[in-house]
C-alpha cells in the first residue's frame, strides 16, 4: 500500500492533473446523461391538464386555494410591508404572487372560475370612504363578480361632507332620497342579484368638531328603511374603545331591533325616524339579560 502511494505521488504533476480532468469530466458527462433520460421520460408521460377535470372538481379544489376574504379598496401597505431604504440597495425583485389570487392570472377561464367560488363563499368587505364614494365604480369588482356576491360586509367610513353638509344636523333634517350617497349605494347594492346576507358598519369619522351621534344617526336612519331585505344588522364605530355598545338587527320577521354585543334583544327599533336622543339611549342601554348572567355568576362564585 505504501508502494503504492509512493508510486503514485511519485507521478508527475501533470499526469496527475490529466487523471483528476479525466475523472471530473466523466462525472459531469454521467450527470448530465441522466438528466436527459429523465427529461426524456417526463417529456413521454402522460400529461394531466388541471382544465381537463371536470368543473365541479376544479370548484372543490379551488377552495382549497382561498384562505381570507378579499378587500375594496384593498388595504394600504402596511410600514412592515413597505419597502424600507435597504430595499434600495439590492437587485429589484419582482413580486411573487402566489397561492389563490395567482390562479387569477393563470387564464381567463381560471380567472372566471375562482372569482365566481370566491363570491360564492367569501365575504367581500367593500369600504365606502372620502376617497371613492363619488366615484362611479366605488370598488373594482367585475360586474360578473358583483352579481355573483353572496356576503358582503358594507363599511361606511362617513365624514360630514359625505353626508352633503358640514354641519351633519342639516342633513339629518332631509329625508333620504335626497341624500346622494344612500341612492349611489343603493343602486350598487341593486346589483347584487345574489346578495344573500349584508352587515353594514357605519364608522364615524374626519370632523372632530361634530359628535359622531349625528353621522350614525343619519345613516343608519336612511339604510334602515332602503328596499334591500339582506341588511342584517347596522353596526356603529369610530376611532377609540368604548363606542358603539349596541347595534340594530333585523329580526326573523323583517322588523328592526335593538340588541346588545351578545345578540339579546333589547329593545324595538321604530319603523320611522328615530330622534336623535332615543338613538343616543338605545345605543349606550344595558342589557338586562347581560346584567342577568352577570349577577348569577357572581353568586356562583360567592
Ligand atoms: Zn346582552
Request: hydrophobic share 40%.
Amino acid at each position: 500500500m505504501s508502494a503504492l502511494f509512493v508510486a503514485r505521488s511519485s507521478l508527475p504533476l501533470s499526469i496527475r492533473s490529466f487523471y483528476i480532468s479525466s475523472a471530473a469530466l466523466c462525472i459531469v458527462g454521467l450527470l448530465c446523461h441522466q438528466a436527459y433520460q429523465r427529461w426524456q421520460a417526463s417529456k413521454n408521460a402522460p400529461r394531466f391538464r388541471f382544465l381537463d377535470l371536470p368543473a365541479e372538481l376544479r370548484e372543490n379544489i379551488l377552495l382549497y386555494t382561498i384562505d381570507r376574504d378579499p378587500s375594496y379598496p384593498a388595504k394600504p401597505k402596511t410600514a412592515a410591508q413597505s419597502p424600507g431604504w435597504m430595499s434600495r440597495l439590492l437587485p429589484s425583485r419582482k413580486p411573487v404572487i402566489t397561492g389563490g389570487p395567482a390562479l387569477l392570472l393563470a387564464s381567463r377561464q381560471l380567472h372566471d372560475e375562482y372569482s365566481a367560488v370566491l363570491a360564492k363563499i367569501g365575504t367581500f368587505k367593500l369600504v365606502i370612504n372620502a376617497h371613492n364614494y363619488q366615484k362611479p365604480a366605488m370598488w373594482q369588482v367585475s360586474a360578473a363578480t358583483f352579481a355573483n356576491l353572496r356576503h358582503v360586509r358594507l363599511e361606511l367610513h362617513l365624514t360630514p361632507s359625505m353626508m352633503g353638509s358640514f354641519d351633519p344636523r342639516n342633513a339629518s333634517q332631509s329625508p333620504a332620497t335626497e341624500w346622494p350617497l344612500y341612492l349611489h349605494v343603493c343602486r350598487a347594492l341593486a346589483k347584487m342579484a345574489r346578495l344573500n346576507s349584508l352587515e353594514m358598519y357605519v364608522h364615524a369619522c374626519g370632523d372632530p368638531l361634530w359628535n359622531p351621534l349625528w353621522l350614525w344617526h343619519y345613516a343608519s336612519q336612511a339604510f334602515k328603511q332602503a328596499d334591500v331585505k339582506q341588511l342584517r344588522s347596522i353596526r356603529f364605530k369610530m376611532d377609540g374603545p368604548g363606542l358603539g355598545e349596541n347595534h340594530i338587527a333585523r329580526t326573523s320577521g323583517g322588523c328592526w331591533e335593538w340588541r346588545c354585543r351578545k345578540e339579546h334583544p333589547i329593545r324595538d327599533e321604530s319603523e320611522g325616524w328615530l330622534p336623535v336622543r332615543e338613538l343616543c339611549a338605545a345605543l349606550y342601554r344595558e342589557c338586562a339579560s347581560c346584567q342577568l348572567q352577570k349577577e348569577e355568576a357572581e353568586r356562583m362564585n360567592w
